[in-house]
């Protein structure tokens, strides 16, 4: 079977291969959940190239209805238009809006359908699409016609816990906890974003990271799309590697840590630290 | 064999249903996990452990249940597995090492060492022998699978074998963490608490009711007729009740970070402090206690009984702070704790107590189980799941 597998640019492990090989084989969602930045969202995109098939991408708010992702019927436009006297207005299918499920499920090819951060929704919000989901189909009440997909979409969806998911809801789904990778992955992964970054500079910025991550009071920990953004931040100030290496109290705390650390409670907590161990030096 | 898999996950509380177990028949029938254990395990629970708290339970049962292989209870088929292996072992020495080794072997110290050797062997021969991991699949029809696997995998294939490795990944436990049996930071705090919230229409009618509107406006033939509806906003009420002070000294900081989260997340929250067990007063401010003394009583009159009452305390003291008029440790009070529990939890329709100390501690405590008694068992420990069984109570 032609499944996915990590690759050049996202390096994903055995078991989640597995969990989207599953889903992909019996054409069931996949639940995705695990820290904010480690790469829930970017797994879609890499499953769709993997696979070759275009991506839908549905982002959720706390304002979405599970109804704008089948269609929504615009009244308001047809109301004017009834007063205009516009032709249109006899047939309701012009007033019908499309949502991001309608055009996966009715693509000519297979698609991946990125349903992202389901939790940020209303908490009935995923029971609603139970059926839909479930058969891959829906009623639309105004035009009384049924969308049936036409190919099973491949269904990804990412969620970081805000909200407990209903039971009925998971039992349809696969699920997957990515978890925080550990060193020997996190090398791989640099690797593969900054294949030319210098060995040494990456090899002192992930101490200088599993340190900073190692702090166990932080409100938010840095995770791998910090890690990035403070590598990419470090390669443009050219910074030499013994920056990173040098034990001086006035470089205690590292360099550029806007990217890493993103809260102020956590600068100053980070701070106390680099302080307190100047102090235990002397 | 995979039913039974089933039902320890369902014995250890991990709520795999038939549709799942029907999904993981047809994911192998499918063949996404490839005959590999390790792809079996991710597989197995990519489809049946839906929730990061119970990853590490399920490691748990996976491990017992498959490693039950090694050794099944009873029966032909466990007595064959106790009695074959070493005389199947002396066998596949003869089989595998040549004359030389041998008389090496008996040379060096026999059987002993004989069975060291014959572990390296076993080792090689596991790198190129590739069905040897099939015996989930087949589960034991084959004697060779079954207890040919045993010895390889379990008791002698050591570092190199394919299985010990499988077993590592959930030997490993690395989501134990994850579990909700726990203690807590801030975050997962947060996290149960918003089961707290329940969304309701009250209140003045403030935001537009668009279809309602359209409808209305249909109905009236064409002339537009405005409809609201109430804005949503969380209504839920609390209460807090602190213990501070003596034996919750070291359970400050966890109630804290609680406090902290109950901050963001309520409209109308108030929080009043108390030794041991509340009594006639309680007070709004540790540091200023003797100015910011409240009377009881003047509190229940204030907030309503849809207010829901939470207290935080490790219900350590002595019995007769709770039962006795004049018990308490500071003061002379009037009335026992007791009676100011009953009129305080008589009062809000809900209440609930958390108690950081472990659950099984609770028994060491005579005081403890009193004011289990007083709160009708609605006390819950200071764990992810308490609070969700708390939330759950208080919700209900």
């Known amino acids: 079977m032609a499944g996915f597998k990590s690759t050049s640019s996202y390096i994903a492990s055995r078991d989640l291969e597995v969990a989207v090989n599953a889903a992909v084989a019996l054409q069931r969602p996949l639940l995705v959940k695990g820290e904010p930045g480690t790469g829930k969202t970017v797994l879609a995109h890499e499953v769709a190239r993997s696979l070759g098939y275009p991506l839908v991408e549905w982002h959720i708010k706390s304002t979405t209805k599970a109804q704008q992702g089948l269609y929504e019927y615009d009244a308001v436009s047809r109301l004017r238009d009834g007063q205009l006297g516009d032709a249109r207005v006899h047939d309701i299918g012009n007033y019908i809006v499309r949502g991001k499920m309608w055009d996966a499920f009715e693509a000519d090819r297979p698609q991946v359908l990125l349903i992202d951060e389901i939790d940020k929704a209303d908490i009935e919000f995923p029971n609603d699409l139970l059926l839909e989901l479930d058969r891959m189909q829906f009623f639309v009440y105004e035009t009384r016609k049924t969308v049936v997909a036409k190919h099973r979409p491949v269904v990804i969806i990412t969620s970081n816990n805000e909200k407990e998911l209903p039971d009925a809801f998971l039992r349809r789904c696969f699920f997957h906890y990515i978890r925080f990778p550990d060193r020997e992955t996190m090398e791989r992964i640099v690797q593969s974003h900054f294949p030319d970054i210098k060995q040494e500079l990456a090899r002192e910025a992930l101490n200088v990271f599993f340190q900073v991550r190692g702090v166990a009071e932080l409100k938010k920990k840095p995770a791998t799309s910090e890690l990035l953004d403070w590598l990419k931040l470090l390669m443009i100030e050219d910074l030499p590697p013994e920056v990173l290496r040098s034990q001086d109290p006035k470089t205690a705390i590292p360099p550029l840590y806007g990217a890493l650390l993103k809260n102020e409670q956590d600068v100053h907590l980070f701070e106390r630290l680099a302080f307190l161990s100047r102090q235990r030096q002397r | ?396």
């Open chain 2, 1 to 396: 064999m995979l039913a039974q898999f089933i039902y320890a996950l369902r014995g250890a509380g991990i709520p795999a249903s038939i549709t799942e177990y029907l999904t993981l028949l047809q994911g192998m029938k499918e063949g996404v996990a490839d005959y590999s254990v390790d792809d079996f395990y991710h597989l197995s629970r990519a489809t049946l452990v839906k929730d990061e708290r119970h990853l590490d339970r399920f490691d748990r049962v996976f491990g017992e249940v498959f490693k039950g292989l090694e050794l099944p209870e009873g029966g032909e088929d466990g007595d064959l597995s106790r009695q074959l292996p070493e005389e199947w072992l002396r066998k596949l020495a003869e089989k595998l090492l040549t004359d030389e080794e041998k008389a090496m072997i008996e040379a060096a110290g026999g059987f002993e060492a004989l069975m060291e050797k014959l572990k390296e062997r076993l080792a090689e021969q596991k790198g190129r022998h590739q069905g040897g991991s099939k015996w989930i699949g087949t589960a034991g029809t084959s004697p060779f699978g079954a207890h040919g696997y045993n010895p390889e995998g379990v008791r002698i294939g050591q570092e190199e074998s394919r299985h010990r490795r499988a077993v590592k990944v959930w030997d490993k436990r690395e989501f134990r963490d994850l579990d909700d049996s726990i203690e807590i930071g801030t975050r997962n705090i947060k996290l149960a608490l918003r089961r707290l919230r329940r969304f309701a229409r009250q209140g003045a009618a403030t935001e537009l009711d668009l279809p309602d509107t359209i409808r209305s406006t249909a109905n009236n033939a064409g002339s537009l007729d405005l409809k609201m509806v109430p804005e949503r906003h969380n209504t839920v009420k609390v209460l807090l009740f602190l213990d501070i002070g003596g034996s919750m000294d070291d359970h400050v900081r966890i109630s804290a970070e609680l406090f902290s989260a109950c901050r963001a997340e309520f409209k109308h929250l108030e929080h009043f402090y108390f030794h041991n067990c509340p009594y006639e007063r309680l007070w709004t401010d540790n540091r200023r206690r003797r100015e910011s003394e409240v009377p009881t009583l003047e509190v229940l009159r204030k907030y309503g009984p849809d207010f829901k009452a939470i207290f935080v305390g490790d219900a350590s003291m002595s019995p007769y702070e709770v039962i006795q008029p004049g018990g308490s440790v500071e003061h002379w009070n009037e009335e026992s704790g007791a009676a100011w529990m009953q009129r305080i939890t008589g009062h809000f329709r809900r209440s609930a107590w958390l108690n950081p100390m472990p659950q099984a501690a609770w028994d060491r405590t005579h005081s403890t189980g009193l004011l289990l008694q007083l709160m009708e068992k609605r006390m819950f420990p200071l764990t992810l799941g308490g609070i969700e069984a708390m939330t759950r109570e208080l919700s209900r």
